[in-house]
């Protein structure tokens, strides 16, 4: 199976041709499951190759054909990895109660070390951007004036380094 197969594929299944796109999910599922192992700790995986599968399901229509499937694929797959990583991150804002036994914190840990890896890897600016908008939350404009950077460099700082992430991502860096 190539690229180009599942390019074509695709290209079919958009013209309503329902064994071409049952190939395409099958084959893009095997491809997540790779993706996500060596992102997110083994629990989070299964959750996270069933969003992405939809949300390929729900932006089908945005494929154009004369493009490279792997690369559309391979951005769906990022931002929802993006996602879970946050995700991750929220779920340790809510109080303990004193009576509650401590969970296991083996995939934030993972999660956070495998983020932290890429970022390390960037540009100080291109990473401490990404850290303010998409990790904690700043507007664009709050980030600007934390950074004392323009909004439009703040823009195309994250817009950098989220294309040097994925690219180390998709190149199989090590960033275990």
Known sequence: MTEA???????????????AY???LVE??????????RRLPPS?????????????????HTFNPSQKFGPWIAAIARYKWIDRLRAAGRANDAPLD???PVQDH?????????????????????????????????SIEEAARRTGQSATLVKVNIHRGLNRMNALVMRGSDVD
């Open 22 to 24: 049952r190939r395409v």
């Open 98 to 100: 004193d009576d509650l």
């Open 106 to 138: 083996e995939e934030q840990v993972t999660t956070a070390y495998a983020l932290e890896r890429l970022l390390g890897q960037l540009k100080p600016a291109q990473a401490e951007a990404i850290r303010l908008v998409k990790l904690h939350g700043l």
């Open 28 to 37: 893009a599922q095997a491809w997540l499951r790779r993706f996500f192992l």
């Open 5 to 19: 197969d599942w390019s074509r594929w695709m290209a079919a299944a958009q013209a309503g041709d329902a064994d």
């Open 44 to 60: 989070m995986v299964d959750d996270a190759v069933q969003d992405t599968l939809l949300a390929v399901h729900e932006k089908r």
